[in-house]
Structure formats: C-alpha cells, structure tokens
C-alpha cells in the first residue's frame, strides 16, 4: 500500500466543520439547487454541500453526503462489489425527482427536501433529518414506521429486537459478561429491518447508531468524522437481502473442512509434554480431534511480561515443528495465539522500535502504555513495515508447522484515543482506525496466504473486526463469556444476529470462559447446543477444565456423543458452509427468515434451511417451548420421529441425552462415518436421510464435497456435488441421485445407504433404475433402508410404490 492510498485512507477521512447553532436546524433549510447526471451517478447540489447516489446494483445503492468545505473521500474498508451500470432511469415531475434502478428507487422530493427510497414501488425506508452535526458528532437519521423491528449494530446481547437502544461503536470486550451485553468486541454500522432492508454505514471511525432510543421513530448514525455515505440493500426475502448485503462487503471463502471438527483449547496448555497428552487422551478416549489451540504459554511462562515475543519457549515447548508434525500425521491442527501487542519486557521489543512497526505517539515515538498484561506498545498495521514485519513472524511459523492461527485483544483491547497510526505525513489517531483494526489483521494474514501460500484455506480466529471482514475467512466469537446459565442464553441471539451481518461462524466459547464454575449439565447443554453452531471448540480458564476427555464420567459420554453427532452431520454442515460461500446465508439463520411474525425470536432457530433447533439454556428445564414456522408444514423430531405440525407453538419435553431438534419434511439430510478426524472423512459411504410426507410432493437437497484443504477448490473445478431430488404422485415416491463433477475433479465412487422417514406401513415395492432390490423396514420406527450400490459420477433413481 502506498503513502498516497495510506493518506487517501486515513488521513482524508474527515475535515472538521465549524460549529454553530443554526447547523442544528439546517437541515429544514436545506434547499435543492441542482440536479446532474453523470453516467451512472446522479448528483444534487444542495445549499450546504452536495449528495452522490450511485447504484450498485437494482438492489444496492449508496448515497454520500459532502458537506461544504469538505472533500469526497471513495475509499471503503467494507465494500468490494463494484458499480455496475444497471440502467437507472431519471424522471423529474413537479416537485419530485426519481432516480430508479430496477429494484431500489430514490426518490428526492425539492421542497421541502427529502431522500426516501422505494422498493420496487413498496416504500423503505427515508431520511428524517438527513445529514446535521451536532456537538462532536455528524449524524443521518431515517424514519421508522411504528412497529418496525431493527437488527444488527454488531454483537450484542439485548434481545433479538434491537430497537429502542443506542449503540455505542467501539469494539470493546466484556470480560464475563452473562444474559445481556450492551458492547462487545464486534461493532458493525448497519442496521436491518423487519421491512428486510438494511442501512450500511460505510465509515469505521468511532460514534453511536442509535435504533430509537428516544422513542420517536428516528434511526440515527452518530459518528466523531469521515465519510458520510451509507448504502440501502434491499431484497424480496430475506434470501435477497444476505445475498445483496454480502455481494456488498463480500462472502466468506469456505473454511478448512477440519474447521467443522472437534477442538481442544483451554487457558492454557503450559508444556509441550501436557499437549501431546491432551491428544492423546483424546484418541484413548475416542472423541474425535482436530485442532489443539495454544495460549499465550506457547511464547512465554507467564501471563504478563511475555505478550510480544512470538516465538517458541524453548524451556516448555523444546520440539514444537516435531510436535506439530506429529499431531498432523495424526489429524490434529495446531492453532497458536497471537496478539498485536509487543510489551517493552518481551524480546521482540527493541526489534520493533528498531524496525519502526509500532504505532507512534504525536511525536513520533513509539507509543507506550500499561494495561493489564504490562507495558506496551502496538503494532502499526497503517504502514508497510508493520505490515511486512508481522507477516514475516507468521510466514515463519506456519512453515514450522503451525495450522491456523488465533488472534486475540484485537479490538484493540486498550487504545487510547491518543495513540497515532499510519506513516509520517500521514498519520491519524486511533479512533479512526480502531473499529478496523481487526479487519486489517484478519485482511494482514489472509493476502499473506493469497501470496506465499496460495494453495491452503487460512484458519482465522479473531476476537474482533468490521462490516466485510467476513471476506478475509475471519472466524469470530463471542468473547469471554462467562461460565453459566446466562451466558449460554445469550449465545444464540448473537450468532444470529452476526449471520445476518454477513459474519456467519460467530460463535461461543462452549461452557463458557470466565469463572470457577463446575456444572455438569451446563456444560453439556452448552455442547449439545455446539453442534448446531459454526464452530465446535470448548474453551475456559484451566480452574475447571473444558475439555470432555477431563469430565466425569457420565458427562463425558454425553460430551462424546455430542462430538459425534457434529462429525456424523459434517456432510451437511460443510454443504452449509458451501452455500455460505457462495449465497451469503448463515448457516443459523433466526426463524425470522421463515415468519414474519417472529421478530423478536431466538429461542429457537433454523440451522441451515432444513433443521429446527431449540436449546436447553436454563438448568433442570422440564419443558421448552418450541415455534414451529410455516403454516401447513411438518417436522419431524430428529431424535424420535415425532410428527408436529408447523405455524404452531408447543411445548415440548426436554431429555438428558440431546437437545429439541426438528428436520423439515421433504429435507434430504447427507451424514457421515464417525472419524476420529476429519483426516480420515470420506464421502464414500452416506447415509442419506429422506424426511417424507404425504404433505410434500417434492423435494431436493445436495452435498458439496472437496478435498476440504485446497484454497478456491470450487472455482478451480476441484469439486462435486451429489443432488438429490424427491417426487411424491400416485402412491410412488421417487427419490433421484446425482452427481456434478468440477472440471478438474475425478468422480468418487460412492455408495449410498437411503433411509426414508415416516413410511408408515411396509413398501410394495422398491426399484434402483427399475431393478428390483432388497430393502428393509422398520415398522416401530416407520424407517425404510435401501442401500443404492457403489459408481462412479453417481446417478440413480429409487422408486418406492407405498
């Protein structure tokens, strides 16, 4: 990055206004004065500065504010989708201009002056005040319309309805938070409606959003400087609205598929000899393992003093590049913690003031400061040679053997507003940067790979980011959760809410983090939950351990079958987790996306499109309530088969041994072998679960498979995927298997076991390719098996005369 784009980015973020008391009223005096259009932008020129709209495409269009005496900034940390051209028509009648796309139309009414936007004729959403400063912040506001339910501004904890609190924008942890979190370490300016629209902010420096607080259907972004452009994303369901906000901001590249395996991670593994057991405990005790996660004792022997040093303690972990070897050859990754703090006591300090990569204070030195791990200074992600300083520390671990990488307090943690970054000449203060900084570590390590390793799917766990870091494969969660009931509460809305933001593995340290706290049946609700999250990793301070190997008895079986069910379901996670990649859709997605009415739930929600699912959160539950969406469909109890009936609201019964979870009817459900790591998955072997009913005339579902390792492996035709397809008419169930083949991908030869649900009373008969074949029926469980024998490039039709 050069000096130029640094200033452009930086620097040029916000020239400040002078203040004075008829800036609080300017907006009734904003007056139109002309109108231009500019090939695919339409500019108006109003008495105090002038506004750009520009599609970027039928369904995104952004809109910028350019004060007086102040100069357009185009640089976006969020947005990649460039502009199109999408035909936009200009239309001016009486006092009314319309500047409309395909999809979204912006309306600008002259006098009084207005900007609202329409939906292919169905009002948004529109300006209230528009732009105004007030004080030390700039703020646009929009209207609501009464009853309008408000999502997002990052993670939080305040129920899934977010309207009618204020945001603060300044990623923070909160170290044991519980039931609810006003702040926490991911604080994104957007904000979704239950109109399904959204309004993304595109501006990192520090401020508010505001989703009516004060009570007067006002939207309102408050923000200390910077560009005052948003872009409005509209959408005719919500499939719409994910699929245009991350064709925004960008999707998240499909992660390694051992990434949806089974992690032992704790605060901390302090030697070498006491990981190497934690692995092998595992393997004894047959609970699949695919990663072991390191904390900061992997540098150092301490908790304070060392932060900084980067390296290998020699003393604990003598033959680490062999120790990583190992855990390889046997499926395990070995993820390391890294921090972008150096302390003045760690050995890498003097080499950081010497190689000029920390953050300065206003004179240029390096800025120094206490917080809780010691004294220290920060690496300056704003300029070339911190950038190319911290990228050579991990290019040269990972060719010692490291897998994936952990990125922790990298809000960041303590930055004070003083603290200057980017290169001399150009150098700006840490609330401008500070919501980005995440993103820009995550963005650091990631081009890394795209330079030096190509080939491989980076792993990036990161504690905090912004609007679009999804696209950099970041990996977030939930922050250091405390360990109890009330955390685990609050767990579900998060992930949702941070799916709906474009950052679908959101997810929680299971158990909990913070606290002494031994509760068996926590622990295991909190796991069974896990399985129907993005990411499967228990981790907690060492008082209590989190691993399940470390468990009593009883809880352990329950823990290990709970690992099991994650890796028998990896067929139709990482199918989620392809779709994610390419759509945008989380893989939790709130019921809302279903049920218009169900605004305010997340007590229940869909993982993927095709799983219901109700958590345990509250110690001894003797019952659970569970809404079931869709009028007029079925679902079918995962566990039992039991029939319920959709747009209803039951109470159910909880068990020990899982959790509520429902499959819609008509779901074709993939599932595989238990392994003990994803090293040694195949898709050779599937048991391949039809959920029928009379309800369904047809249904269709698909696996996605790769070699899980190789980066961009669907774009580079090193795939396939198995379509299924059902058919229900005259009494016959058609059932239809086949396979699509990438360019580059040899097929596999699979075999397939089909087990269709709910067939209540024993076949006439049953045909593969008009072969009859020799099935099974279960009567007490209304299960039917037929096996379709193994081929290559797969393609089969079972035909079930019921």
Known sequence: MTKTTIARLLLCLFTPLAFSPAALAQNAERQLQGVTRNQNTLELATSDGRYLIKPYSANVVETTFIPNGQQHDPASHAVVLAPVDVGATLKTEGNRIEFATPGISVVVDRNPFRISYLYKGKPLVAEK????????????????????????????????????????????????????????????????????????????????????????????????????????????????????????????????????????????????????????????????????????????????????????????????????????????????????????????WQEAVDRQVLATDKDGKPATYDFYFGNTGLVDLYTQQGRDWFWDIYKGLKNGGVGGWWGDLGEPEVHPSWVQHGPAGARVGADQVHNVYGHDWARLIFEGYKKDFPNERPFILMRAGYSGSQRFGMIPWSGDVSRGWGGLQSQVEISLQMGMQGLAYMHSDLGGFAGPVLDDELYVRWLQYGVFQPVFRPHAQQDVPPEPVFRSERTKVLAREAVWLRYAMLPYNYTLAFDNSRTGMPLMRPVLFEDDEATSLSTTYLWG??????????????????????????????????????GIQEVVKPVEANIPVYVRAGAFVPMAQVVQSTKDYSTRNIDLHYYHDASVAAGEGKMYDDDGETADAYEKGKYEIVRFASKLAHGKLEVTLRTETGKAQAPLARSIALKVHNVTAKPRAVTVDGRAVRFSWNGKHNLLEVPVPARKQLSAQVAITL
Do not use: C
């Not at 992660?255 to 593994?269: D, I, K, L, Q, V």
């Open 129 to 348: 005040g528009g732009y105004s400063r007030s004080g030390s912040h700039e703020t646009i506001e929009f209207s609501l319309d009464e009853g309008e339910a408000l999502y997002g501004a990052g993670a939080r904890a305040v129920g899934m309805n977010r309207r009618g609190n204020r945001f603060r924008l300044y990623n923070r942890a909160d170290y044991g938070y519980g039931k609810t979190s006003q702040l926490l370490n991911y604080t994104i300016p957007v904000a979704l409606s239950s109109k399904k629209y959204a309004i993304h902010f595109d501006n990192p420096q520090v401020g508010y959003l505001d989703f009516d607080s004060q009570k007067d259907g006002t939207l309102r972004y408050e923000v200390i400087g910077g560009r005052k452009t948003y872009q409005v994303v509209a959408g005719e369901d919500w499939e719409g609205v994910m699929a245009n906000y991350t064709s925004l901001t960008g999707r998240q590249p499909l992660p390694p598929r051992w990434a949806f395996g089974n992690f032992a991670s704790r605060f901390g593994y302090k030697s070498e000899a006491e990981t190497r057991a934690v692995v092998d405990k595992f393997i004894d005790e047959k609970i699949p393992l695919d990663a072991v996660v390191l904390d900061l004792f992997w540098f150092g022997k301490t908790v304070k003093d060392t932060m900084g040093n980067l390296a290998w303690d020699r003393d604990t972990f003598p033959n680490a590049e062999k120790m990583m070897a190992d855990f390889r050859k046997k499926g395990v990754r070995t993820i390391v913690i890294t921090e972008p703090f150096i302390l003045t006591t760690s050995k890498r």
């Open 609 to 646: 499109r095709d799983f219901l699912v109700a958590p345990i959160v509250e110690p001894g539950a003797t019952r659970k309530e569970v809404h079931f969406p869709v009028k007029d469909s079925v679902w079918f109890d995962f566990h039992t088969g039991e029939k319920h009936l959709g």
